[in-house]
């Protein structure tokens, strides 16, 4: 099976906002007599203002060191970012070197530390904790919310900067107790090597370089079918990230897959795009690679850049649409999921509707291939029945907006869902 986007507990992060505020005020009444006196100098008012104004405190030094390291990472400059960091902590500045390699190859478009205080300050020295909201291969990075689950991607650090020759700069880096449920991405720690083609992006870790340009070449190919595709739901891709990995990062990379059966995944980034991670020790059979590939990116331009909301209910819809892309240009009679889907009608209680109710976690291997297998044949169904341009309005209208099937279905295909619900069960139940 190829996919199970993951659903786990979203976290939530804190950001402290400063700003300044002047206020004037003139109240005149009657008429008062008074002497002309000389307009003070425009230096001499700035000098006295200078003088009025408090020093910046030791969290706002820091800060503002923050930013300074984040705009060195836009801009490519690898000696501005580790000027950040302390450079007598050699392991750290190595972390962090490495992190900016990693964001530099995957695209980072945007990166901007929101901060607040952390327990543990003293003296000179401040405990920070911070929020990272960041864009990988994006034009327009969505705004920054407050919920952890809406706008960019986030992860949360727990920083100590320290003043060093007259500059703060990071002395210590952790995690906090309560991480985004992003958390561990693939750039936070660890190597990665990459491979970039025209449209894709793919990145693994050290042991899984020797399958960079065999996967770029595959998702290269995959990349130009869902291209097509993207276009028909009005969700065109800058790029697309594809990440390798081994069996140790597989149970870590997002927060990390415990389950025997899932070989794939695509992870939305909130409301900026979605990323594709493939466990390579399951996907050696090129066949395989190539349904899964086209599978994942089948996700990233049909649902990619949604609000992570609950996509439950539409999963038979999402897993369908998803395989329909995967097995394209084949239709769902080529699948290997075929015969579970006869075996499905063959038996007493046959389904009812193509619009399944979702998947359990516990679902076996049989009854997971029988819903998969379903769901790509009602895909399959409403495709040669009513048009793929149809179709495709269909997942928008529904999967993108977040329309009923009824609604969608008059819409798109001009009639109820009931009927289109009938007309594939039955057409299923004869092509299967």
Partial sequence: MEDDSPSRPSRRALIIAAGVLAVAVAVSTGVIAFAPSRPASVSA????????????????????????????????????????????????????????????????????????QRAG????????????????????????TMKSDNG?????????????????????????????????????????????????????????????????????????INDRYAAFVGNPQQRYRVYLADDKVWKKWYGGIDDKWTVAYAVPLNNAGTDVVLRMSELSDRRLLETTLQHELGHVVTVGGVSTRDFGQDQWLSEGIAEYIGWAPRHATDSWRRRSVHNAFARARKPKTIAAGELGDNASDKAGDAFYGLAHFAVDCMAQKYGE??????????????????????????????????ACLSWIRKTA
């Fill in 45 to 116: 008012v700035r000098a006295a203002e200078a003088e009025e104004k408090e020093p910046p405190t030791p969290f706002e030094q820091a800060e503002a060191s923050l930013q300074r390291q984040a705009g060195a990472l836009i801009k490519g400059d690898e000696k501005g970012w580790l000027a950040a960091v302390d450079p007598k902590s050699p392991a750290l500045r190595a972390r962090y070197r490495t992190m900016f390699r990693s964001l530099r190859g995957l695209g980072v478009s945007h990166f901007e530390y929101h901060t607040y």
């Fill in 152 to 224: 960019p991607p986030r992860a949360e650090q727990a920083l100590t900067l320290k003043p060093v020759a007259g500059r703060y700069v990071i002395s210590g880096l952790a995690g906090v107790k309560d991480p985004n449920y992003l958390q561990p991405m693939p750039w936070e720690s660890g190597d990665l090597v990459f491979a970039a083609g025209r449209r894709v992006t793919v990145a693994a870790t050290p042991k899984q370089a020797k399958n960079l340009k065999r996967v770029l070449a595959v998702a290269e190919k995959a990349a130009v």
């Fill in 389 to 422: 341009r149809k179709l495709f309005q269909f997942v928008k209208l529904t999967l993108r907006e977040d329309n009923t099937y009824d609604m969608a279905s008059r819409e798109a295909y001009g009639v109820p869902f009931k009927t289109v619900d009938q």
């Fill in 121 to 144: 300050s003293k003296g000179s020295t401040v405990a920070m904790g911070v929020s990272i909201a960041f864009c990988l291969s994006v034009v327009t990075c969505p705004a920054y």
